[in-house]
């Protein structure tokens, strides 16, 4: 099974949310518990349920597996292998899940483990001003400057030559960021989930993914800046 770090960070933390926009009172402590508690454990093939049971007795939390779980992963595959010392919940929790497709999501109050696929598949709408890419700078790149050296046996000093440019700097255009963002994010996120989608229209991106590739889009944004 391929590996994966499965676990959506929001606001610094492994979880994501079911449903943008909730607001649940419970949450600020579970969010809290995540960044600032700290465990130490020792699991050799030991049953995820099993594993649960020592997080949910020593933290206090509610954690519940979600049935679909069961139906894709067999019991063996759910087995956790896992030594950590002083590591902070959050931490734990992604070593945990990382081997497996699995994530974490905040739903009523309780951290439910559910398959990766439940929460790539759930998207929100984000817009992305991309105009400061588009703009067209001009440019005027200074001539090509080659030494000639003097005929041969006529004596004299060498001279130069200015050749004027004839390379033109690439420019960034609408299709080539559409085709740069679906490239390298998302993997098979954009063909595989019905709900994503993304078109460009004077400058602004438009864009409904999961919360994942947001973050990965982002990235490459600041990237395509950096070098433009």
Not at 19 to 31: A, F, S, T, Y
Not at 156 to 162: C, R
Not at 180 to 196: L, S, Y
Not at 200 to 214: A, F, I, K
Request: aromatic share 4%; net charge neutral.
């Amino acid at each position: 099974m391929k590996t994966m770090l499965a676990l959506m960070v929001m606001c610094g933390t492994v979880l994501a949310q079911d449903g943008v926009g909730k607001v649940d009172p419970h949450k600020e402590g579970i969010l809290n518990k995540l960044n600032t508690m700290r465990v130490t454990v020792d699991f050799k093939d030991t049953p995820l349920d099993e594993v649960l049971n020592y997080l949910r007795d020593f933290t206090g939390l509610n954690i519940v597996v979600d049935p679909e779980v069961s139906t894709k992963f067999t019991l063996d595959q759910l087995k956790v292998t896992l030594r950590v010392n002083d590591l902070l919940l959050k931490s734990t929790l992604k070593l945990m899940l990382g081997s497996r497709e699995l994530a974490a999501l905040y739903k009523d109050g309780v951290i439910l483990i559910v398959p990766k696929g439940r929460i790539d598949k759930a998207v929100s709408l984000q817009l992305y001003n991309v105009q400061d890419l588009l703009a067209k700078i001009q440019d005027f790149p200074g001539p090509r400057v080659e030494l000639v050296s003097p005929q041969a046996g006529g004596g004299g000093l060498a001279g130069a030559i200015f050749v004027p440019p004839d390379d033109t700097p690439p420019k960034i255009t609408e299709e080539f960021i559409l085709e740069t963002v679906k490239r390298h994010t998302g993997e098979k996120n954009w063909d595989e989930n019905p709900n994503a989608s993304i078109t460009l229209t004077n400058g602004m991106l438009v864009v409904s993914q999961s919360r994942r590739v947001h973050e990965e889009i982002r990235k490459l944004l600041h990237l395509l800046r950096q070098f433009k």
